[in-house]
């Protein structure tokens, strides 16, 4: 399995990661958070977007052998469904937040067929509300969602609980409890900031209010 830390200290060097619990930033839901998570800054280090790409085909490698297929999710998945896709030799599609509203008015991108099992590539998961907007499109069209792999997870309990209801098995490189523990063992959050970042995840709509 994934060296949690190790990618969560990947994503701290190259700045993909920044913790502000002294000034949270302001998600576009609205809810303040002392972290905020990019990932499209990986891409920019090659070494980094490596080790990264690696530690994801291991992953889907050990834990989800029967997937014969990548889905990205766009538009952050994109680059590492297909980069996975391509160190596997795995046919690829990826898919639109909306049908396109030109042309064929697709919103699944690629060729597949129904017998396909399909494993979804993201970028992070939140709340899991996106992404598993993209594992209906994906079973509307008649495929078969065997899971999903993202590089970063906030653990968010609702989020747990909505993958669990849609019966989508998933799994993260890191996430947000490894990399605050690294932080602290780095000497980057002392005990004091470490409960109240951990009181963020157990209720994220109404921390710092």
Not at 145 to 161: K, P, Q, R, T
Request: proline share 5%; net charge negative; charged share 20%.
């Amino acid at each position: 399995m994934t060296n949690e830390k190790a990618v969560a200290e990947k994503l701290l060097q190259v700045g993909a990661v920044k913790l502000s619990p002294n000034e949270p930033f302001t998600w576009a839901s609205g809810w303040k958070s002392p972290i905020y998570c990019d990932n499209r800054k990986v891409l920019s280090f090659p070494y980094v977007r490596d080790f990264i790409k690696s530690e994801m085909c291991n992953v889907i490698f050990e834990k989800f052998a029967e997937a014969d297929m990548l889905a990205g999710v766009a538009t952050a998945g994109i680059p590492w469904g297909a980069m996975a896709a391509d160190q596997l030799k795995l046919p690829y599609i990826y898919v639109r937040p909306k049908p396109k509203e030109h042309g064929l008015g697709n919103q699944i991108e690629g060729a597949y067929q129904a017998s396909n099992k399909i494993l979804v590539i993201e970028d992070l998961i939140s709340t899991g509300k996106s992404s598993l907007q993209v594992v209906d499109v994906l079973r509307n069209a008649g495929l078969d969602v065997v899971g999903m792999v993202s590089i970063f997870n906030y653990g968010f309990s609702l989020a747990d609980e909505a993958f669990k209801k849609a019966n989508v098995p998933y799994l993260s490189l890191t996430n947000y409890a490894s990399l605050i523990e690294l932080a602290m063992e780095k000497g980057e959050v002392d005990p004091s900031t470490h409960d109240t970042l951990m009181q963020w995840r157990e209720r994220p709509a109404s921390w710092n209010q």
